[in-house]
């Protein structure tokens, strides 16, 4: 961890790290495939609050004031702005592997291949804790070829990029050559020929 203000300067070394994400003063690692961490920031250094043990395959997400992990066919969600730390769990019993969980505002989304070759996204309010709406994917489409903001869903298949609202509606299907980014109600992408211009979206 450098100091970047005036002259950069190593002021932290964690050690032994896997697979780490920042949100805002929160840091999670992954620690030789077996032990998750979760630090904020004091006076310019992280400092551990919580830690647990997991399975090789753990997926984990991070907001700055939630922790979600993977723990076998459940979701454990960490509460980081209570002083307890309190956790509580989304179950998926039809779940086989989890691929992607990413935490967007107060919603966590997970995209999980429910049976072979099928892939789905459920996504549940980390206020209410509920379960908030489930979307399956078009079969064989490839979990990693889709992007989610706060209100849209883009699935990505031969060139052709379907966008949807987080409810399932179809808005629009797009041609395009790369996604540059997906943020709330906005798609950034390019197209062919002109790999250079960007083009951009909107739903709203």
Known sequence: IIKVLDTPMLIQA???VDRYEISNSKLATLHCAS????YTVKQGRYFEIFQTKCERTCNFALSNKFFAFENSKTITICDLDSGSLEQFNFVLPELRFIHVMSIIGDVLNVIYECCLDTF???RFNLQTRVQMNKLVFPHNIIYDFASISLHLVNVKDQGLMTVRRVSGELLTTLSFEDVVAVEGEYVVYTTRPDTHNIQIWTSR
């Open 14 to 16: 964690i050690d032994d």
């Open 35 to 38: 032990v998750l961490r979760v």
């Open 120 to 122: 789905s996204l459920i």
